[in-house]
């Protein structure tokens, strides 16, 4: 280069830099935590990409992740990029659940929203808002109208998560058949492989995290694939067109979440998911009732009766009643009843077009059955399996609901067994189309049905469900879900779960809202003869550990009434609470949960273990100071353990106070249940 060229190049330079910083684009923005714990910076490098990354104490917790997305018929937003804009804002606001594991809830975060746009060509743009709150960091994309982008086809996000410390995962595989029942992996991040959210990670120096999303509405879930190293990538779940998302302007995407705790328990103590949903949209839910039920439900799954007609049909009349005599009198609200509706003779499984959601079978009285359990104080919980036809299920969906909603039925439990990718949904041409269960089209299908739902005050609990995302908290009729291998595996699985699977559950699915696991079986009976992977003591302790509104006594009746002294537990639970604490625990090893009564003094604890015994010292901090309390314990006796005797159960009280340490010992797969009375 000439000594001339050089000179009006040194020249221009300062205007250069001056023409940088005056006008935009910068380069970077930055937000930190209410606590300036937790910060994020979005960067964009010389091709114009633009990624964030995450730090907690000064230490980077996510490494520099690509953001961007890709369309099906427009150009990308991957390069050729720029922050043209920045905003921030800081909120602070206590909300309460109309129910849940906790009334009082605080919402406090930092929100930075980056504007990026196109350097060159259309000049189109979209907003990417952070909100980083002290236990993590959950970021959208943001699309305005715009021309050149009225209707956004997704084909994919190039959104990236590179967890930047050597860490061990706990994951289950994505677009696998039997969509998210699967037993949890546990393997260094090297070898994730397409894994669901949400995730969850422990990195060598101790940290927890779970990638998750928030909000999921009119969107695909979101899977993560491991692309290498340490790096995972989103890869939604495929639509029913070409694009995986179909969408008009504006519109803000879920929010994709990452939660950071020093402790395990920390992750169950987050807020984050919940405060990043929005508000409740039904207004008055207090006809919306947490509540524990039984059901003719296990006797099915044992094959000791069935869903379609014959003589061995479970959901008749005289059965229905017996059912609602045991729930009234011991006090639980509801009684499920499966296989009442015509439609399960033959192929049910993944078929669907054969189910009736408003004819009973002879031998069921439908108006009979719900006028037995009013007389008694007790609720019939409906049911709707599909087998993933939501198209037919749609097509009946007023007369479905009003139906119920006439009988006084204001809980339905919803199902949707179907191979992945094989519900039936309608497309805008009103075409049948196989789907997804996680893709966009199956996401609206289950708002349809909650807004129905709710329209007829009516709570909905949907097995093969989208993933919880927290919607509950914007519709509280979404009161609790499936999505996980539940207790139906120990009947008829092989394997069954294994004796770290609940201890597991707490630090991964249910970091992502309550779920309709069924725990209370005492009969420990499986199809195979196999050993069920639990004590008496641990199918108590479920009923804390595992939260959720709607919690089944899943065993048959005479197993309870042949135990009455454990199933006092059962009775005294709540499932609605004032407050909760993750005592101890360590992912896939034990969880010991506290959690107050809501409305009550009480407190009750649950405690589970893997397959190694363990004794826990937990101190009674939690309890109020000064106040004595007697501890109703049930806990696995000497010779407890699921291979030995899984029914040794010790069943004893004590005084104690808060400044108390309580020992808890566990057997193999074992628990503990207690309960704190406050005197
Ligand atoms: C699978 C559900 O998880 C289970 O609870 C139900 O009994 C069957 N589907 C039949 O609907
Ligand atoms: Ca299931």
């Known amino acids: 280069m000439s000594n001339r060229l050089l000179g009006l190049l040194a020249a221009l330079l300062p205007l250069a830099t001056l023409a940088a910083t005056a006008a935009e684009p910068r380069a970077s923005a930055r937000i930190a935590s209410p606590d300036a714990t937790i910060a994020v910076e979005v960067t964009t490098d010389n091709e114009g990409r633009a990624s964030y990354r995450v730090s907690r104490a000064g230490r980077p917790v996510i490494a520099d992740s690509r953001l961007g997305m890709l369309f099906a018929d427009a150009p990308k937003f991957e390069r050729n990029l720029a922050i043209v804009d920045q905003r921030t804002r800081s909120h602070d606001e206590a909300w309460e659940l109309p129910w849940g594991e906790r009334r009082h809830m605080r919402d406090h975060h930092n929100e930075l929203r980056v504007t990026l746009a196109e350097i060159s060509g259309a000049k189109r743009r979209f907003d990417v808002v952070f909100r980083v709150f002290d236990d993590g960091v959950g970021f959208r994309y943001d699309f305005p109208d715009q021309p050149g982008l009225r209707r956004l086809a997704i084909s994919e996000e190039l959104t990236e998560f590179v967890v930047a410390d050597a860490a061990t995962a706990w994951w289950i595989p994505s677009f696998e058949w039997n969509r998210e029942e699967y037993l949890y992996h546990r393997t260094p991040i090297e070898e994730v492989g397409d894994a669901q959210t949400p995730i969850t990670l422990r990195t060598a120096d101790g940290l927890h995290l779970s990638i998750h999303e928030a909000a999921l509405v009119d969107y695909s879930g979101m899977n993560l694939t491991r692309v290498d190293g340490r790096k995972l990538k989103a890869a939604l779940t495929p639509g029913i067109g070409e694009a995986k998302v179909e969408v008009a302007a504006p519109f803000a995407t879920p929010w994709r979440t990452i939660q950071i705790a020093e402790r395990a328990g920390g992750l169950v103590e987050s807020g984050l998911i919940l405060n990043l949903n929005a508000p409740n949209a039904l207004g008055d839910v207090s006809w919306i009732r947490p509540m524990k039920y039984v059901g003719i439900w296990w006797e099915m799954h044992l094959d000791r009766k069935t869903w379609a007609s014959g003589p061995k049909h479970g ?236 919690q089944m006594a899943a065993d048959l009746l005479e197993h309870y009434e042949a135990r009455p002294e454990a199933f006092q537990f059962i009775r005294d639970v709540p499932v609605d609470w004032e407050d909760t604490r993750a005592v101890a625990g360590e992912v896939g090893e034990y969880a010991v949960i506290a959690r107050r009564a809501r409305g009550g003094d009480d407190w009750y604890l649950g405690a589970v273990t893997d397959d190694s015994a363990r004794t826990v010292e937990v101190p009674l901090d939690f309890l109020e100071p000064g106040r004595r309390y007697t501890a109703q314990i049930y806990r696995d006796g000497a010779n407890a353990g699921w291979r030995d005797d899984p029914h040794d159960i010790v069943i004893e009280s004590r005084a104690v106070g808060a400044g108390d340490t309580l020992s808890v010992r566990l057997a193999p797969a074992g628990g503990q249940a207690v309960r704190f009375v406050a005197q």
């Open 315 to 550: 959901a008749t009349t005289a059965h229905a009643k017996r059912h609602i005599d045991f729930a009234a009198a011991n006090g639980l609200g509801g009684v499920l009843v499966e296989g009442w509706n015509l439609g399960w003779d033959g192929e049910w499984f993944g078929n669907g077009e054969d189910f009736s959601f408003t004819r009973a079978y002879p031998d069921f009285d439908l108006d009979e059955v719900t006028r037995y359990a009013r007389e008694k104080g007790v609720m019939l919980i409906g049911h709707h399996e599909t087998s993933g036809n939501a198209a037919h299920y749609e097509q009946q969906l007023d007369d479905a609901f009003d139906l119920y909603a006439r009988l006084g039925v204001h809980a339905v439990k919803t199902g949707y067994v179907a191979d992945a990718g094989q519900a039936k949904v309608r497309d805008a041409q009103g075409r049948l189309r196989y789907a997804w269960h996680e893709g966009q089209a199956m996401v609206r299908h289950h708002q349809t049905v909650v807004d129905a739902a709710a329209r007829r005050r009516i709570a909905v609990n949907p097995h093969e469900p989208v993933k919880d995302t927290g919607l509950r908290r914007t519709y509280p009729n979404l009161i609790t879900r499936e999505g996980a291998r539940g207790m139906e595996f120990n009947a008829w699985g092989n394997p069954g779960n294994p004796p770290e699977h609940e201890a597991t559950l707490v630090y991964t699915r249910l970091l992502a809202g309550p779920m309709d696991f069924t725990p209370g079986v005492f009969g420990m009976d499986t199809k195979s003869g196999e050993p069920m992977a639990s004590t008496l003591a641990k199918q108590l302790a479920l009923y804390v550990v595992i939260y959720s509104p709607l």
